[in-house]
């Protein structure tokens, strides 16, 4: 999208890394828990930033992107499933598993 984080209009990089005001943007407290003054805050923000996505890891965010997958732990993608009422994320391989029932003959599992 664009070359560097503070280039895209939208971003609170500014804010966050330069302490620039913006009164659409609110600290979390996250942000706040990088230092104990706004000087701290900017400079860790910005180092946090800087810091490189391994290759794998970028590969793995670009397959999720691609597939429309939620991109994070299970418990994660769990709870964005149950919020969207739809799967976030790969459906199981093979066959659905079958139960047996009351009478002992198997069911379908779907």
Not at 60 to 79: C, K, M
Not at 97 to 102: D, I, L, P, Q, V
Request: net charge neutral; hydrophobic share 35%; glycine share 10%.
């Amino acid at each position: 999208m664009v070359e560097q984080p503070g280039d895209y209009r939208w971003s609170s990089y500014g804010s966050n890394a330069s302490g620039v005001f913006d009164p659409l943007v609110r600290p979390h407290s996250a942000y706040v828990a990088l230092g104990t003054n706004p000087e701290q805050r900017c400079k860790a923000y910005r180092e946090f930033v800087a810091e490189a996505i391994g290759e794998i890891e970028l590969d793995e965010i670009r397959l999720h992107l691609q597939r429309q997958y939620a991109f994070g732990p299970n418990r994660f993608r769990d709870a964005i499933e149950a919020q969207l009422g739809r799967r976030a994320g790969p459906a199981k391989i093979g066959r659905p598993t079958k139960k047996m029932s009351a009478s002992g003959a198997e069911e379908s599992a779907l």
